[in-house]
């Protein structure tokens, strides 16, 4: 494969995606603003900074979301401007076939992939909890409100309310349970303190349950916690699973005593980020057969509807697949790398009735 092919088509997709990426980023930066500018100004001061701050965390969410629709957009640009030149009738007159000219881009498409997955797995989770904490910051109120269940080997925690990542627990309860299953001792506290490597019951109702016994009620101002939970555990729990990071998943799959949800729910998503670099490789070949066909049958405006409602078809066949992987309806890698094998099977086959061989 020539060299000076895979850095003309590599300059040419590049040129092409950054300014769809930032067009499509700016936009939707824009529309959050103004749907959160009033909830912003209110909690952290009529200034500019707070906006600023704001619209700088929600940056790499809104990349994550929109760079697979850059890279199709991208990808058909590019390919229909080598069409429409007549830039890949030159290259077949040499020798040089359509599939060698999409081998081309892998390169560049794994590169944008790697950047891809780098921000999916770490910039997000780290700016989500960022956000979440200047948020939270000048009222304090509870981050990710909501119930969150976990276990600790038999014992099951619940907590009402999460924040200091995860430093800061209210309305917990605490269900400890014997071998068989039997519940021996319930814990009712106002808050959970982790401090100095500890945590620490504060506002405590102990309820001590015994065969045959009367139920003991106790209580105490302060109470020493013994658990192998973490803030972290109970930050990530808090989070959507799809901000979570590579290693948080992980920790979860490796420690099924630990956490919400059941272990398929983990693998899912960890199967999930795994993809990522891959779908960007699907959208080059879905982009290929669309891009052709401008060729034969003329229509840029075409091409672009087409292409949008493909990727728009595949990312609701991702999701569909990935909630059947949460519920453990199907098994998470299949749920997980379903949608890229089948829709890049789709553009194969496409590519082959365009092409003719």
């Known amino acids: 494969m020539s060299y000076t092919v895979v850095r003309y088509v590599s300059r040419l997709f590049i040129v092409n995606l950054l300014p769809i990426l930032i067009g499509f980023v700016a936009m939707l930066q824009i529309l959050d603003l103004l749907n959160n ?11 500019i900074s707070a906006l600023v701050t704001y619209a700088v965390l929600r940056l790499p969410q809104l990349v994550n979301l929109m760079l697979p629709f850059a890279v199709l957009m991208a990808a058909l640009l590019c390919l229909a401007r080598l069409v429409r030149g007549n830039e890949i009738i030159a290259l077949k007159a040499g020798g040089f076939s359509f599939y060698k000219l999409l081998v081309a881009f892998v390169p560049v498409a794994m590169f944008v992939g790697a950047l891809y997955f780098i921000v999916n797995d770490q910039l997000v989770p780290w700016t989500t909890d960022r956000l979440a904490t200047w948020n939270a910051a000048p009222n304090a109120p509870i981050e990710n409100a909501g119930p969150v269940w976990l276990r600790d080997g038999q014992v099951l925690v619940g907590v009402e309310g999460v924040s200091e990542e995860g430093h800061l627990l209210t309305g917990v309860r605490v269900f400890e349970r014997n071998g068989k299953g039997i519940l021996t001792q319930q814990i009712t506290a106002k808050k959970v303190v982790y401090q100095d490597g500890k945590w620490t019951f504060f506002d405590t109702w102990r309820f001590n349950m015994q065969e045959r016994q009367n139920t003991q009620a106790i209580y105490a101002a302060q109470l020493p916690w013994d658990t192998l939970l973490t803030p972290a555990h109970f930050a990530n729990l808090a989070t959507d699973p799809a901000t979570l990071s590579f290693r948080d998943l992980a920790q979860f799959i490796l420690k099924p005593n630990v956490g919400a949800r059941a272990v398929y729910f983990y693998e899912t998503w960890l199967h999930h980020k795994l993809t990522l670099p891959f779908s960007l490789l699907v959208m080059i070949l879905l982009a290929a057969p669309v891009a052709q066909g401008l060729q034969r049958q003329g229509g840029m405006a075409t091409g672009l509807a087409l292409g949008v409602a ?14 059947l992987g949460e519920t453990g309806a199907m098994a998470p890698l299949i749920a997980a790398w379903a949608p890229p094998v089948l829709f890049a099977a789709l553009g194969a086959f496409w590519l082959l009735r365009v092409e003719g061989y």
Request: glycine fraction near 12%; include cysteine; charged fraction near 10%.
């Open 37 to 47: 500018a009033d909830d912003i100004t209110a909690r952290h001061g009529n200034n």
């Open 310 to 323: 493909l990727g728009f078809l595949y990312f609701v066949c991702q999701g569909l697949m990935l909630t």
